[in-house]
């Protein structure tokens, strides 16, 4: 079946330090997303990056779709970077569904 | 823009009851929104895909006898919960992808969620 698996699970960083989320997946892809779940509940979405290199402030993301795998770069990280990273993907021959991976709980403390 | 909109934000119910939930696309059109189940701690569960005019897509192991969803405009689907259960407390998100673009090429758009609470 679809596996996108993302890692570390858990992450504690200090205010201001960087960090690098990853989101492996199975298959080749036609959709990639990455989203921030704020602890509301809100998914927020941060990069449609099916492919290449998009940054967005403090925030860059790489997606290398032949290797099957994408990147989120988050940089001085601040308190309210908290809450749970997804990646979810369109694979290629999955129809138009779009699966989320494990997540990523990052709390980031002062 | 792509505005997704999510009503109501929490619901508590009784047992037995059942609870509708509604999510619209804003400021543009969708043939198709998805439903998603999340339950605490884990990550988000496709349900359905609803597309507008027709019957529904169920994912394996979801009872569409039990959630009810109807799409019958391209800006309006909703979910119903039928004789809920303390079981089905969670979390609930729609999605939406606008007319004309398709899925490889364009991202899928979030309401904020519903928080069903069966007691």
């Known amino acids: 079946g679809i596996q996108v698996e993302q890692s570390p699970p858990d992450l504690i960083l200090q205010e201001g330090a960087n960090s690098t989320l990853r989101c492996n997946f199975s298959d080749s892809v036609n959709n990639l997303q990455w989203f921030h779940q704020n602890p509301w509940g809100q998914l927020i979405n941060l990069f449609y990056?099916?492919?290449g290199t998009k940054q967005n402030g403090r925030l860059s993301a790489t997606t290398v779709a032949t290797e099957r795998y994408s990147l989120l770069y988050i940089s001085s990280s601040q308190t309210t970077d908290s809450g749970v990273y997804f990646c979810a993907v369109i694979l290629t021959g999955g129809g138009n569904k779009l699966t989320f991976g494990t997540g990523t709980q990052l709390k980031v403390e002062l | 823009g792509a505005v997704v909109s999510q009503h109501p934000s929490w619901v508590i119910c009784k047992s037995g009851t059942s609870v509708k939930i509604e999510c619209r696309s804003l400021?543009?059109?969708?043939?198709?929104m998805f439903w998603y189940r999340q339950f605490p701690k884990q990550s988000l569960m496709l349900m359905a895909t609803s597309n507008e005019g027709s019957k529904a897509t169920y994912e394996q192991g979801v009872e569409k006898d039990k959630f009810l969803i109807n799409h019958a405009s391209l800006t309006l689907s909703t979910l119903t919960v039928t004789s809920a259960h303390p079981e089905d407390s969670s979390f609930y998100i729609c999605?939406?992808?606008?007319?004309?673009?398709?899925?490889?090429?364009?991202?899928?758009?979030f309401g904020n969620g519903t928080r069903l609470t069966v007691t």
């Open positions: 999605s939406a992808r606008e007319v004309g673009r398709e899925f490889y090429n364009s991202p899928l758009h």
């Open positions: 990056i099916p492919s």
């Open positions: 400021d543009f059109q969708a043939t198709t």
